[in-house]
């Protein structure tokens, strides 16, 4: 099955973007899934070709008619596919989540601009409301990107090893620990003397060591989660 994933966006120049360069490019190419724009401006049947409209109850900047985008929607086959909205306003996206899309069949996104989506478009189409992170764009065609890569990087034959995706940041509610390489030495800092030891057993416990101190540090968050499911006090 091929994961398939259609952006409705204002901005259709903007795909495949950072989706179109790597290994995520190579996996399209090989047919493991597949991208299709659709611009919401072409639903419009309005004199100039508008889209948005003032807020009801005052305010600035414009939101997305109702209309245009239930007509952009309803083009679209879902064929059992999440129907995302990104907005700032969601729910935070997690790697949990992009394991549950990843499984599935894709992913139809919707791209807001201006001030957002009106709402009952978001309640009459049941979306899913999802945002990357506590931090405002201009628009949503940036956290698409950021969605559907993070689910095709965990597609069957997009990265060679199987285990790259299994120890990394989010994976058991902690952060990854830090990676080095050759040179042994630059710039005077040297690679952690436990990695070069041979000692496998060591190395594990060094890495589950440090990604548990980042966590802690870091994503006070996903540190309590992580305690909570180890039933762990510290």
Same mark, same amino acid.
């Given at each position: 099955?091929?994961?398939? $994933?259609? %952006?409705?966006?204002?901005?259709?120049?903007?795909? +495949? &973007?950072?989706?179109?360069?790597?290994? !995520?490019?190579? #996996?399209?190419?090989?047919?493991?899934?597949?991208?299709?724009?659709?611009?919401?401006?072409?639903?419009?049947?309005?004199?100039? $070709?508008? %889209?948005?409209?003032?807020?009801?109850?005052?305010? +600035? &900047?414009?939101?997305?008619?109702?209309? !245009?985008?239930? #007509?952009?929607?309803?083009?679209?086959?879902?064929?059992?596919?999440?129907?995302?909205?990104?907005?700032?306003?969601?729910?935070?996206?997690?790697?949990?989540?992009?394991?549950?899309?990843?499984?599935?069949?894709?992913?139809?996104?919707?791209?807001?601009?201006?001030?957002?989506?009106?709402?009952?478009?978001?309640?009459?189409?049941?979306?899913?409301?999802?945002?990357?992170?506590?931090?405002?764009?201009?628009?949503?065609?940036?956290?698409?990107?950021?969605?559907?890569?993070?689910?095709?990087?965990?597609?069957?034959?997009?990265?060679?090893?199987?285990?790259?995706?299994?120890?990394?940041?989010?994976?058991?509610?902690?952060?990854?620990?830090?990676?080095?390489?050759?040179?042994?030495?630059?710039?005077?800092?040297?690679?952690?003397?436990?990695?070069?030891?041979?000692?496998?057993?060591?190395?594990?416990?060094?890495?589950?060591?440090?990604?548990?101190?980042?966590?802690?540090?870091?994503?006070?968050?996903?540190?309590?989660?992580?305690?909570?499911?180890?039933?762990?006090?510290?």
């Amino acid at each position: 099955m091929t994961f398939a $994933a259609t %952006v409705l966006t204002l901005f259709p120049d903007a795909f +495949p &973007g950072a989706l179109g360069v790597s290994l !995520v490019e190579t #996996a399209r190419t090989n047919g493991l899934w597949s991208l299709e724009t659709v611009d919401i401006r072409s639903f419009s049947r309005h004199k100039h $070709a508008s %889209v948005d409209d003032t807020p009801a109850g005052g305010g +600035p &900047g414009m939101v997305l008619r109702p209309d !245009v985008a239930a #007509a952009a929607i309803d083009s679209v086959d879902l064929r059992g596919r999440a129907l995302i909205h990104m907005t700032p306003r969601g729910r935070p996206l997690t790697q949990t989540r992009v394991r549950e899309l990843a499984a599935g069949p894709g992913v139809v996104v919707f791209c807001s601009r201006f001030e957002g989506l009106d709402q009952r478009v978001v309640e009459a189409r049941g979306m899913e409301e999802v945002s990357v992170g506590d931090a405002v764009l201009a628009g949503g065609e940036i956290p698409a990107q950021y969605l559907i890569e993070a689910c095709v990087r965990l597609l069957p034959g997009v990265i060679g090893k199987t285990e790259s995706t299994l120890e990394e940041s989010f994976e058991g509610d902690l952060l990854e620990y830090p990676h080095y390489t050759r040179p042994r030495a630059w710039e005077g800092r040297e690679i952690p003397e436990v990695l070069l030891s041979g000692d496998h057993g060591r190395v594990a416990r060094w890495r589950r060591e440090q990604a548990e101190d980042t966590t802690r540090k870091r994503r006070p968050d996903l540190w309590t989660r992580y305690r909570r499911r180890h039933g762990d006090d510290r």
